[in-house]
């Protein structure tokens, strides 16, 4: 699977964002797909997940009510809605792609349980 993630940029508190990810190569659907982001200095961590046919999200409890992960599998995409963005949700976004699950509600917040990853898009939030 080929991840392009794509939308970040810079925008300043209390704004929006959506962020991008298409996908290729693979049966996308197969796919629980997840955001993931590294803030400057940080490990990287789990942002949200949806489930393979988008029956099921997971989020991190800082972007909870804020942010929204959905998916259109026919377009092969995945999307992440960004609102009330504040500083501390700087940093470079990343999609990703696994694991594959038989289940329509199966997500994932382990990094080591994705296997395909795209490049990476900025997002920066100004005060």
């Known amino acids: 699977v080929q991840l392009q993630a794509s939308g970040g940029g810079l925008v300043q508190t209390g704004g929006s964002l959506r962020l991008s990810c298409a996908a290729s190569g693979r049966i996308f659907s197969n796919y629980v797909m997840g955001w993931f982001r590294r803030a400057p200095g940080k490990e990287r961590e789990f942002v949200a997940a949806i489930s393979r046919m988008g029956v099921n999200t997971d989020y991190t409890a800082s972007v909870q009510g804020r942010f929204i992960i959905s998916r259109d599998n026919a377009k092969n995409i995945v999307y992440l809605r960004m609102n009330r963005l504040n500083p501390e949700d700087t940093a470079v976004y990343y999609c990703?792609?696994?694991?594959?699950?038989?289940?329509?509600?199966?997500?994932?917040?382990?990094?080591?349980?994705?296997?395909?990853w795209g490049q990476g898009t900025q997002v920066t939030v100004s005060s």
């Open positions: 990703a792609a696994g694991p594959i699950s038989g289940s329509f509600y199966y997500t994932a917040r382990d990094q080591s349980q994705y296997d395909y």
